[in-house]
């Protein structure tokens, strides 16, 4: 059986994707690391996944059981991940940048019986250390398939705190088939695809590194984004498959033309996510090196991808393209019935053009869809399949989807996201704030950028040095705002609902 899009249909649990590979192509390289400066055939990936499987088992994993994968983007997460699922328990990643402040309620909330990564200091439950050790040992038969949860990721989505996405097999699956339905393909077996986002993050897992293994091809992976060390890997390890956010085209836009031309002349693909990309960036890229940037939507819940301009092959700045095959999209009322959301005059934020149709809540439906919120299920999708994302958007006349706004306020910074209530908190707390608010701006580099507007105390000098020392103590870095305001009082509607959209120019 060869790995590919078509040959995903015929695996039930993630890890088998592996396995497929290894008896396939087991010579093939599977994975470069270009901080560690190694690489593994698919014959040794699955060794050592077998490997690291043993030694969950050996520490008492059981089927079911959550395990925190506390690692950067490595080789090491890749193997510890497939290792969890293939010994059938449920991997729970985090970010190992985040501070204890947020990894440690989600360890709390998952019931993680186990973590894997350096020891972060009395985490409350085993560490094992990351290994590969390719050595080969006795096969570890997969356990656990179709609707059975394979990964808890944690999101704060549109309605505060984070809470767990449970993905089942299917759902994780189902996404990189449906992936592998498009044309031209995001990965082929003979594809190198470079992968510098966060693993712990579904974007860079799912269209990252489960769709590379899912096509047989090689992922190249980096533990972040360093522009020209980027290049470089690139050009070393000819790359053709670049998956990025905003942030990465907007570090290469500002290089030299020619040097990143030369540098990507093997990439025939430039896929971006997570977040909007500035048309000027999109002109930058396509400048220095020929190519378009393919955008696309997407969701924890939804495994992640939603819609890509790769449907259609036309790069259109502004849109985020129409459904992958197998994914179905309508636009409905907050009560979940089919239709445009009438526009409100009041706001210039839904002045948009007459040719829309008006804007609605995006609702998704399709195998890729999550089970439902840990732990018991809550809030999935409907009777019917649909999930409704929170996302306001509209399609245009020629079909294709555009974000417009997202419902609660909900911010996302280079395609994680941030509620608006956890800033507010955090700086609400300084003795010499009266009342904050904290809104999205668009930013070239990320998408958006977190932005404060802070009323004062009076009488009381507040600078926005003390604002922003305040939330990097307390908040994950792309949490922090990039801009403080200061005001004598926020814009307010007659019954005292704040208007947020006034904030945002």
Wanted: charged letters at 20%; proline letters at 8%; one cysteine or more.
């Amino acid at each position: 059986m060869a790995a590919g899009a078509g040959s995903v249909a015929e695996v039930a649990n993630v890890a088998d994707l592996v396995a497929a590979n290894a008896r396939e192509r087991p010579g093939a390289t599977a994975l470069v690391d270009t901080v560690a400066e190694t690489t593994l055939t698919w014959a040794e990936l699955d060794a050592a996944v077998d490997t690291q499987a043993r030694r969950l088992l050996g520490a008492g994993l059981g089927r079911g059981d959550r395990v925190a994968l506390r690692l950067p983007t490595s080789s090491a997460f890749a193997v510890a991940f497939f290792a969890v699922t293939r010994a059938g328990g449920i991997a729970v990643p985090l970010s190992p940048q985040a501070p204890e402040g947020e990894w440690r309620p989600v360890l709390a909330d998952s019931g993680a019986r186990l973590l894997v990564g350096a020891d972060p200091g009395e985490p409350d439950v085993p560490v094992l250390e990351p290994v590969i050790d390719t050595s080969a040992g006795e096969p570890v038969e997969a356990t656990g398939a179709g609707e059975d949860v394979a990964a808890l990721f944690y999101t704060s989505g549109t309605t505060g705190p984070p809470r767990g996405v449970m993905l089942s097999h299917r759902a994780l699956l189902a996404n990189v088939a449906q992936l592998g339905q498009l044309s031209p393909p995001v990965a082929d077996p003979g594809d190198r695809v470079f992968v510098a986002i966060p693993l712990h993050h579904i974007y860079g897992l799912g269209p990252g590194l489960l769709n590379a293994v899912a096509a047989g091809a090689t992922a190249v992976l980096a533990q972040r984004f360093d522009a020209r060390k980027a290049l470089a890997a690139c050009a070393d390890h000819r790359v053709t498959v670049i998956v990025g956010v905003p942030a990465m085209y907007a570090e290469l836009a500002v290089l030299p033309a020619d040097e990143v031309g030369e540098a990507l002349s093997t990439v025939r693909l430039l896929v971006s996510g997570a977040a909007p990309l500035h048309p000027k960036v999109l002109a930058a890229i396509r400048g220095a090196t020929g190519l378009a940037v393919f955008e696309g939507y997407g969701l924890t819940e939804a495994a992640p991808v939603v819609t890509s301009t790769l449907v259609t092959g036309y790069a259109k700045p502004g849109s985020v393209g129409r459904p992958l095959p197998g994914v179905e999209l309508r636009l409905v009322e907050s009560d979940g019935t089919p239709g445009p959301v009438p526009l409100d005059p009041a706001d210039p934020s839904d002045a948009f053009a007459d040719d829309t149709g008006g804007t609605g809540l995006v609702a998704v439906r399709g195998r890729n869809l999550f089970s439902g919120y840990w732990p018991d299920g809550a809030h999935g999708p409907d009777e019917d399949g649909w999930f409704r994302t929170g996302d306001v958007g509209y399609v245009d006349v020629d079909g294709d989807l555009h974000l417009v706004d997202r419902a609660n306020d909900l911010i996302i910074v280079n395609g994680f996201n941030v509620f608006p209530h956890e800033v507010e908190d955090v700086i609400g707390a300084l003795p010499e704030v009266a009342e904050v608010a904290v809104v999205g701006v668009l930013d070239e580099r990320s998408g958006e950028a977190v932005k404060a507007v802070v009323v004062p105390k009076p009488g009381v000098a507040l600078s926005e040095q003390q604002v922003v020392d305040a939330c990097a103590a307390t908040l994950a870095a792309y949490k922090v705002p990039r801009t403080v305001e200061f005001a004598e009082a926020l814009p307010h509607s007659s019954v005292g609902k704040l208007r947020r959209f006034r904030l945002r120019g």
